[in-house]
């Protein structure tokens, strides 16, 4: 059993920035694809961004394409993800997920393991 556990959540203006870290206690992580997904009220979940075991792909939904970056560290079972320019509809809660068999994707199916999520809440 794989558990997930996020941190960094808070407020912040408008243009500001965060960092979100998801620490993973599976003995297996480093063979795990890793991704963010976020959900706000009434909204269904979306992808944010995924990277693969090693580090070396990476994947970033339109939205947040050039102001989040994805990021782990396997040696500290950890991923991470920092957040600049944030914008209001950035709030959300954010959750990291694992996926056993694959590289990164979209789609929150294919993702085994998920944290119970941090909130992030931009103003204007």
């Known amino acids: 059993q794989v558990q997930l556990v996020e941190s960094g959540g808070g407020l912040v203006q408008a243009g500001g920035s965060l960092r979100l870290s998801c620490i993973a206690s599976g003995r297996a992580f480093k063979a795990y694809t890793m991704g963010w997904f976020r959900q706000a009220p009434g909204k269904e979940r979306e992808f944010v961004a995924a990277?693969?075991?090693?580090?070396?792909?990476?994947l970033y939904a339109d939205s947040v394409k050039g102001r989040f970056t994805i990021s782990r560290d396997n040696a500290k079972n950890t991923v991470n993800l920092q957040m600049n320019s944030l914008e209001p509809e950035d709030t959300a809660v954010y959750c990291c997920?694992?996926?056993?068999?694959?590289?990164?994707?979209?789609?929150?199916?294919?993702?085994?393991?998920w944290g119970q999520g941090t909130q992030v809440t931009v103003s204007a």
């Open positions: 997920a694992a996926r056993v068999f694959g590289r990164p994707g979209v789609n929150s199916h294919e993702y085994n393991y």
């Open positions: 990277i693969e075991w090693n580090g070396g792909s990476t």
